[in-house]
């Protein structure tokens, strides 16, 4: 989607997502030509995030979410999302289920009870490791005896909460047919394990994990290729992705067998080849098996699958993906040449989608340390991510739609449990994970976040003060125990025209061209380093429909605020997500903005407080424009029909 900037007067120089080089779009048209600009990680090039007990969030709106949802998790009683699997079991439960998608009653057909608690065991593990709070580990620690003891009262290593209990996976390993996903579901199981095994040394969770893997490797054996093969056609999670993950832990080749044979190659192998076979697929079907693609190819090496997430990536970021970074309408990818009959939809943006690209996308970033990774990830984070959340309530989002004048709408606490409340519980436990990367002797700022982080290994601590994207700038303090010579490299985002960084108060680089800037020297206690950046208001665009534009200033998507005509208070908090677009849908007329997007971006003015701008419309009124991220419970508009063109 062309991204255009009002002060350059056309496309913006800097890295190709959704194209923001003049004619890059026509040139990457052709699938083909994407696969060419794919180029292979650099060997030796991978990083290491830093541990997120290292790393501290200080006072910002990531904070704020992170504490929001340190009080939901706590407010959710383990046992209630136990009870299912003790009933399966044969044990008493100790608490009735919730309800939404955990409740037999009302969600029999989707058959994906039980996904809360994996997602539930990985949230609290993540908060665990990024606050160091018991309770956290107390409750992973809970939830991995509890799964032991139904281990051994069913004296089997599957665990479960179907209503049929395992006779739906039993008939699914047999090829029936069947009404329910059971490898997406247990694939959550799985991760959370893996997750209170590795962030909250939870030896329980490593040894109920291991039961259940044994247990699927065997129960899987007897199929054949084409068998396991037809399996998979029913949604299954990122299962390659926790068994890749079992075999870097263990080293037991039964798992990494296991890792490939649930490696999807109806998907795998026309993306290995660079053809694009997305349209009318189940969007978040698909990006968690591409993050076990390339899970598979870091543990085997193998090319294909790295060539295939790299490709996915690729062509999602730059030819599938909104202003804000989401995808799909109807959780589905539709043809390009569609975009116009799908962005406006109330059902576009599924969170979960936005949760998953960004593991992909911080995968590919270690493998490969390119400045375009951090920039999309930076695009996604806010407006897709944190703008899930609601600021008051702590609750989160489904779709993230583009229907001009709906609003977002937020699951309840206990009558919900959409698969976007999982990833949401896990969203905003881990926004420390992706700030800050090394390789050993260089320290990556991928993100401007007030934060700090401990390099132990070098008895450094760097400090980042900053209040962007209020003000784009960031400065960075060392505190050394000692003079150490490090490299320092700080991200040149794509979205600023320039990049000047000053050491101790005086220039030592100015740039212009996007990517990292590196700085190695002697570093002494004290020592600062400041960024500063350009953000403008520019503009976004579909080729295929030059008249519907999404604006945008820096990273962040500029969203129309339109009030809360016809709105009841707390009308978006919701039960159903099969019913968006049906909540609240009283007539609305939104505003409209007239000209070509370069003109009507080149009129927005800022209103003198922080990150709010207005823009008059076609009938004469001015528009309230804020960040995506900042818009709770009134309607909004993200993208414009603009007339004239």
């Keep these: 989607m062309a991204h255009g900037d009002c002060c350059s007067e056309g496309l913006r120089a800097g890295w190709p997502r959704r194209s923001v080089i003049a004619g890059a779009l026509a040139a990457m048209s052709a699938t083909p030509a994407l696969a060419a600009q794919a180029p292979r990680a650099r060997e030796g090039a991978r990083l290491s995030p830093f541990d997120m007990r290292d790393v501290e969030l200080l006072d910002s709106p990531f904070l704020h979410a992170q504490r929001q949802t340190e009080a939901y998790l706590l407010s959710l009683e383990p046992d209630r999302l136990l009870s299912a699997f003790r009933a399966n079991a044969g044990l008493a439960p100790k608490a009735a289920p919730y309800g939404g998608w955990e409740s037999e009653a009302t969600w029999a057909d989707i058959n994906c009870h039980g996904h809360t608690l994996g997602h539930y065991q990985s949230a609290c593990a993540l908060m665990y490791r990024s606050t160091g709070d018991a309770r956290f580990k107390q409750r992973v620690d809970y939830i991995a005896e509890e799964l032991a003891a139904c281990q051994a009262a069913s004296n089997s290593g599957l665990v479960c909460a179907f209503p049929k209990g395992p006779a739906l996976v039993e008939a699914h390993i047999r090829g029936e047919k069947i009404t329910g996903v059971p490898w997406y579901t247990l694939h959550k199981v799985f991760a959370g394990l893996r997750d209170g095994w590795q962030l909250a040394d939870s030896q329980t969770s490593r040894a109920v994990l291991l039961r259940l893997a044994d247990w699927t490797v065997q129960a899987t054996a007897p199929l054949s290729d084409a068998q396991f093969e037809a399996m998979l056609a029913t949604e299954h999670g990122g299962m390659n992705e926790v068994f890749a993950d079992l075999f870097a832990l263990t080293g037991d080749t039964r798992y990494r067998i296991a890792a490939e044979r649930f490696s999807h190659k109806a998907l795998l192998t026309p993306l290995s080849q660079g053809r694009d076979t997305l349209d009318g697929l189940h969007a978040n079907t698909q990006i968690p098996k591409v993050i076990g693609f390339q899970r598979v190819h870091e543990i085997t090496s193998q090319g294909a699958y790295g060539d295939a997430a790299l490709f996915f990536w690729r062509t999602v970021t730059r030819t599938r993906s909104f202003a804000t970074g989401g995808s799909g309408d109807n959780e589905h990818f539709f043809p390009r040449a569609d975009f116009e009959k799908h962005v406006f939809s109330a059902k576009g943006s599924e969170t979960c989608c936005q949760h998953n690209m960004l593991k992909l996308t911080r995968a590919l970033f270690a493998q490969d340390p390119r400045a375009e990774y951090a920039d999309d990830y930076e695009r996604t984070l806010y407006n897709g991510i944190l703008a899930s959340q609601d600021p008051g309530s702590g609750m989160v989002t489904y779709f993230q739609g583009a229907r001009p004048g709906y609003m977002k709408l937020y699951c309840t606490p ?85 990049a000047t960084v000053l050491i101790n108060g005086k220039v030592a680089l100015r740039s212009k061209t996007p990517g990292f800037l590196e700085i190695a020297r002697t570093w002494k206690d004290g020592d600062t380093v400041e960024l500063r950046m350009e953000m403008r208001t520019g503009f976004e665009t579909d080729p295929t429909a030059p008249g519907i534009a999404a604006f945008t200033y820096g990273p962040l998507v500029l969203a129309g605020a339109l009030g809360t005509q016809g709105l009841a208070p707390g009308a978006d908090i919701v039960v159903n997500e099969r019913l968006y677009g049906t909540y609240n849908d009283s007539p609305f007329k939104p505003p409209t903005l007239a000209g070509d997007p370069a003109s009507v971006a080149a009129r927005i003015r800022p209103t003198g407080k922080p990150l709010e701008f207005t823009v008059t419309s076609a009938e004469g009124d001015a528009v309230r424009l804020v960040p995506y991220h900042r818009i709770a419970h009134e309607r909004y508009a993200t993208y414009w029909r603009l007339s004239g063109v």
Aim: glycine share 4%.
């Design 414 to 498: 206990v009558d919900s449990f959409w698969c976007c409340t999982g990833t949401g519980m896990e969203n905003h436990a881990k926004y420390r994970d992706s700030i800050y990367f090394h390789d050993g002797q260089t320290l990556y700022v991928n993100l401007f976040i007030p934060s700090k982080v401990a390099w132990t290994a070098h008895d450094a601590v760097l400090t980042q003060t900053t209040t962007f994207p209020d003000d784009p700038t960031t400065t960075l303090r060392w505190s050394l125990k000692r003079a150490t010579p490090l490299t320092l490299k700080l991200r040149h985002p794509g979205w600023s025209p320039s």
